[in-house]
């Protein structure tokens, strides 16, 4: 059973980069597509991004400048930064998996809610 | 940007109610459409993909239907644990949007 575990700061102050890290345990990076969704409090699901696991990426134009996705496959996991944060970043994250470009997402983690404040 | 429309936002139901939510594509994506379900706290779960396909262990009152630009979800007889949000989410062209969702409580 593949699983998903986020994990990092849970407050980042503004202008600052949120860093969170996904570790994917019952299955491997070396394949498939890796993402991150948002989902501010209240509102819908916003995707930031994926990874494939060759390392070639694709992002949320209305985040393209401020963000940027790594994977470690040694470590079986990947990451997110998303730089100049503002208190309309506060959210909670997800990652995600899917199987291919156009797939859906078939397994989340269970979210880390981080809130930018000073 | 591929918009995703959802209606209604909510509803109330009753226990053994059919329910049936809708979702419109701003342009055709052919089938590559996706419903999620969601409860208050966790982690979306994939219900229904490629329009129509049921995921494992979804239960088969769950089904989808629908192409192009219109798709729709029902639940045949809505069941207790059923009361959540559900959205639909397109895979067809990046950035992947979801719906605004629909939430279902209790009549």
């Known amino acids: 059973q593949v699983q998903l575990q986020e994990s990092g700061p849970g407050l980042v102050k503004p202008s600052e980069t949120l860093s969170l890290t996904c570790t994917v345990s019952g299955g491997s990076t070396n394949t498939f597509y890796w993402s991150w969704i948002r989902q501010p409090p209240g509102k819908g699901p916003e995707w930031i991004g994926y990874i494939y696991y060759s390392g070639s990426t694709n992002y949320n134009p209305s985040l393209k400048s401020r963000v940027s996705i790594l994977v470690d496959t040694s470590n079986n996991q990947f990451s997110l930064k998303l730089s100049s944060v503002t208190a309309a970043d506060t959210a909670v994250y997800y990652c995600?998996?899917?199987?291919?470009?156009?797939?859906?997402?078939?397994?989340w983690g269970h979210g880390t809610l981080v809130t930018v404040s000073s | 940007d591929i918009q995703m429309t959802q209606s209604p936002s909510s509803l109330s139901a009753s226990v053994g109610d059919r329910v049936t939510i809708t979702c419109r594509a701003s342009?055709?994506?052919?089938?590559?459409l996706n419903w999620y379900q969601q409860k208050a706290g966790e982690a979306p779960k994939l219900l229904i993909y490629a329009a129509s396909s049921l995921h494992g262990g979804v239960p088969s009152r769950f089904s989808g239907s629908g192409s192009g630009t219109d798709f729709t979800l029902t639940i045949s007889s809505l069941q207790p644990e059923d009361f959540a949000t559900y959205y639909c989410q397109q895979s067809y062209s990046p950035p992947l949007t979801f719906g605004g969702g629909t939430k279902v409580d209790i009549k």
């Open positions: 342009q055709r994506i052919s089938t590559y």
């Open positions: 995600a998996r899917h199987r291919s470009l156009a797939g859906h997402f078939d397994y």
